[in-house]
Structure formats: structure tokens, C-alpha cells
């Protein structure tokens, strides 16, 4: 499905992007620059997010930090840097 009518970002490209580790973009602005383009008129930013949490949610009770890269692990960051709910993106 397209998330982006503006850049023609679909879903899928969404979760390609996404990979555990440091490098992981937590942002929609980062998936925009994974992806080589950035915002245009900024409606898909919360659809963006919500992939952006259900991915991590999805990943976060495989993936265990050890002590070494808690503090550099985007996995750890974007759980503890939740929005709370109803919060405008």
C-alpha cells in the first residue's frame, strides 16, 4: 500500500529500511532520508510512525541488549522515547 502519495513510498519500502541495531531509523524523517527523499506536504508522518512502532514492537522480544550496546541500540531508544497516545504528530 502507499504510504507517501507525494514521494510513492509504499509500506513495504517503510519496513525495508528498518533493521535492529544503531542504525535504525526511529524517525519518519529518518525513513525519509533511508530512503532518499524527504517530506513534502507531511500527511503520511503518523502512518509512518505507526509502522515504525509496530515494527519495533514486533522485533523488541527478539532482540535483547547486552549492557555493551544498550546506550547505542535504536531498538532501546525508540521504547523509551514513546509519544504518548493522542499526542498530534
Given at each position: 500500500?502507499?504510504?507517501?502519495?507525494?514521494n510513492v513510498?509504499?509500506d513495504?519500502?517503510?519496513r525495508?529500511?528498518?533493521?535492529?541495531g544503531?542504525?535504525?531509523p526511529?524517525?519518519?524523517?529518518?525513513?525519509?532520508?533511508?530512503?532518499?527523499?524527504?517530506?513534502k506536504?507531511?500527511?503520511?508522518?503518523r502512518t509512518?510512525?505507526?509502522?515504525?512502532?509496530k515494527?519495533?514492537?514486533?522485533?523488541?522480544?527478539?532482540?535483547?541488549?547486552?549492557?555493551?550496546?544498550?546506550?547505542?541500540?535504536?531498538?532501546?531508544?525508540?521504547?523509551?522515547?514513546?509519544?504518548?497516545?493522542?499526542?498530534?504528530a
Open positions: 500500500m502507499i504510504v507517501c502519495s507525494c513510498l509504499s513495504g519500502q517503510v525495508a529500511c528498518l533493521q535492529p544503531p542504525g535504525c526511529r524517525t519518519p524523517a529518518q525513513v525519509y532520508g533511508c530512503l532518499g527523499c524527504s517530506p506536504c507531511g500527511r503520511c508522518a509512518i510512525r505507526s509502522i515504525l512502532r515494527a519495533m514492537d514486533e522485533a523488541a522480544p527478539a532482540h535483547a541488549c547486552s549492557s555493551a550496546c544498550e546506550a547505542s541500540c535504536s531498538l532501546g531508544s525508540f521504547q523509551t522515547t514513546r509519544e504518548p497516545e493522542g499526542v498530534a
